[in-house]
């Protein structure tokens, strides 16, 4: 469990419980993105992963991007 105020090194699949699936979004694009996010500077425009083989798991990643999105409006985590 990790204290607030400290750095989480952890690997983000691990860090937000990304799963793997037999079709999912691109691992890449997704962990590219959710860093952009967790350092201030969301990317513009709408959130579109390519589908590939091995991928992450859709749903999870689309409830992680949007609570990070809801906690960016609100100033940050908490």
Known sequence: MSVPGEKDDRPLY???????ARRGYDRDQVEA????LL????PAGPV??????R???RGG?????????REAGRGGRS
């Not at 350092?39 to 969301?42: E, K, V």
């Not at 579109?48 to 083989?53: E, G, S």
């Not at 990643?61 to 999105?69: C, F, G, M, P």
Request: hydrophobic residues 40%.
């Open 55 to 57: 991928g992450y798991e």
């Open 48 to 53: 579109a992963f390519d589908l590939v083989r």
């Open 61 to 69: 990643v689309d409830e992680v991007i949007a609570r990070l999105h």
């Open 33 to 36: 993105y959710v860093t952009r």
């Open 14 to 20: 691990e860090r937000f419980g990304f799963r793997i």
């Open 39 to 42: 350092t201030g500077a969301p």
